[in-house]
């Protein structure tokens, strides 16, 4: 009997542990999008050695990898459960009703997680444990919901569970994703209504070569972070070209110029994403000026933040507080 890849009993789950080697036994469930999941990969290496003439001699296992990443639209409750992961950040919304508030900043050390698939008509189940969200970046696109991806690094071995005997039930968020059209995007302080589209990505850097007596990872390790910014605005006039290059003046200056962007959305119900980058300092802008086919004029702006106080960047929500298992921080 053959499966489709979108087989209604598929799945992606993911928990938060409580330590680092004890498995989530509570799950939130992702409306993905597709280069969701994980891949088991078998490294191998093969080898010739005197004595076997032409041919190899053995082939071994080398190393056992299972990395991957989150990809779909994005709604209230993903976001927050995301965003507090990527960041390190520990809360819980808590039975209060009505809407729960959520504030993440970057943390030194995040919440290992543990990653279960299910596929071929929910059979086959992989599940890793100990694995760690390396980031999470979120696009916005004139005519598009916002989209968000947020990559992971597993920590431990991969091992197969009986979709039959062992398949989870999956529970997914409701309502709509966040549409760019409605949002508010403020560059410098202001709103614009001439952004085309962003891309918003916070990573961290991590030390995963971390093998000692088996196959797999020992621990995947937290090491430094950075967040960047692109944007695209259509040229209205002079004021974000002439502050980026010239530092608002008529020459080009030694420093960079700074400045700070914020992305929200309302949904339903008062729920809303925010994305906060307080301080930013501007790399560069290209601008298609002398187009001989005609164009519209654009400025197609790189950014990174910069730490100030005691934050690079926040990530909001208001979410519907539905009780003290529904968001699992």
Not at 181 to 199: E, H, K, M, Q, V
Not at 297 to 324: E, P
């Amino acid at each position: 009997m053959a499966f489709s890849s979108n087989d209604p009993r598929n799945y992606l789950a993911l928990g938060r542990q409580a330590d680092f080697d004890t498995e989530a036994t509570a799950f939130k469930f992702v409306k993905y999008l597709g280069n969701s999941g994980f891949n088991v990969e078998l490294e191998s290496e093969s080898v010739y050695e005197g004595g076997d003439g032409q041919d190899h001699g053995f082939h071994y296992r080398s190393k056992t990898r299972a990395d991957g990443q989150v990809e779909g639209y994005v709604r209230p409750e993903m976001f927050t459960y995301l965003a507090a992961w990527a960041m390190g950040s520990a809360a819980n919304v808590g039975t209060n009703v009505g809407i729960g508030s959520n504030c993440y900043v970057p943390n030194a050390t995040v919440p290992f997680l543990t990653v279960e698939q299910a596929w071929g008509g929910g059979n086959q189940i992989d599940r890793i444990r100990s694995a760690i969200l390396t980031g999470i970046n979120v696009e916005g696109e004139a005519g598009q919901p916002w989209r968000i991806t947020a990559p992971f690094i597993g920590g431990g071995t991969p091992y197969y569970r009986d979709g039959v005997a062992s398949a989870l039930t999956p529970v997914l968020e409701s309502g709509d994703p966040a549409m760019y059209a409605g949002g508010a995007y403020l560059i410098n302080g202001a709103t614009s209504l001439d952004i085309r589209r962003f891309s918003y990505s916070f990573e961290r850097n991590v030390d995963d070569d971390l093998y000692t007596t088996e196959t797999f990872r020992r621990k995947v390790v937290p090491l430094s972070r950075s967040v960047s910014l692109d944007f695209q605005v259509i040229y209205q006039d002079s004021t974000l070209y002439k502050s980026v290059v010239y530092g608002g003046g008529s020459v080009v200056p030694q420093s960079l110029a700074t400045g700070a962007f914020r992305a929200f959305r309302v949904l339903t119900a008062s729920q809303m994403v925010q994305i906060d980058v307080p301080n930013l300092t501007y790399l560069s802008v290209d601008v298609n000026r002398l187009e001989p086919d005609g164009q519209t004029v654009v400025l197609d702006v790189s950014a990174m933040g910069v730490r100030a106080g005691t934050s690079i960047t926040q990530l909001r929500s208001n979410t519907l507080a539905v009780g003290a298992s529904g968001i699992l921080f």
